[in-house]
């Protein structure tokens, strides 16, 4: 299965790494909104999982100046485009890249100490067949007063449902299967908890969530 997905991702990303940024801007909303939520501090240590072309490290690298970034990706060609991103921008110091799956970040960054402060998953959790895995390995390396940051397609809800219907199909083509259950545990989470934040963006066409460790264990471990 490892091998498997390492090679959907590098056939998926061989050719599209290059133009991949360009063509996410008008559909990967949220984005940005994460990266002014973040509310890192010089010092802070941030991973991000499913990083794609360090887009977002380099923001936040720029947004937050004094993080240590670490970002992590199934697909090595992925990565070669954001190893080159990354050292245009002169951030080889404050960001390492990684090769792997989400759910075995814990076993890839075991030594993390200290634990990180911050953990990302920028549309990545919507093409992790085990998104609960990936959260729960998230969970092992967080720190006890760490933040989980999501921000993914939501359920579609709002939308005409022949527009919600295109869309599923659509991102099905890229496999892409939006995370209604997991939406549905952030709202719940939100309504309950002060400890985490969710908005919602056009039409539950997306969400942007943020929660504390605890929050991020209690869904990653709930059945």
């Known amino acids: ?38 509310d890192a501090k010089p010092g802070d240590r941030i991973l991000e999982i499913g990083c794609g072309t360090a887009r977002n490290l380099i923001k936040i690298a720029h947004a937050y100046p ?15 485009t954001a190893k080159a991103a990354v050292e245009r921008a002169d951030l080889s110091p404050r960001i ?20 990180f402060d911050h953990i990302v998953f920028s549309y990545s959790l919507s093409m992790i ?5 990936a959260l729960a390995a998230a969970q092992a390396i967080l720190s006890g007063e760490g933040q989980l940051h999501v921000v993914d397609f939501g359920d579609l809800k709002g939308l005409w449902p022949t527009i919600a219907n295109l869309l599923r199909a ?13 939406l549905y545990e952030a709202e719940t989470a939100a309504r309950n908890r002060h400890d985490c934040r969710l908005k919602l963006l056009f039409g539950r066409y ?11 264990g209690k869904i990653a471990h709930e059945h």
Do not use: C
């Not at 390492?96 to 634990?115: C, F, I, T, W, Y």
């Not at 659509?170 to 997991?182: G, K, N, T």
């Open 1 to 38: 299965m490892t091998a498997a997905h390492h090679a959907l991702m590098d056939r998926i990303y061989r050719h599209q790494r290059h133009f991949y940024d360009l063509t996410r801007l008008p559909y990967l909303f949220g984005r940005d909104t994460l990266i002014r939520h973040l």
């Open 66 to 80: 004094g993080t240590v970034l670490w970002g992590i990706d199934a697909s090595s060609e992925m990565l070669r």
């Open 96 to 115: 390492v890249l990684m090769h792997g799956l989400a759910e075995d970040a814990s076993a890839l960054l075991a030594r993390a100490n200290p634990p």
């Open 129 to 133: 067949a085990n998104w609960k895995a």
């Open 170 to 182: 659509w991102l099905r083509w890229f496999h892409v299967q939006p995370r209604a259950e997991l």
């Open 206 to 216: 997306a969400f942007v969530f943020q929660a504390s460790s605890a929050v991020l």
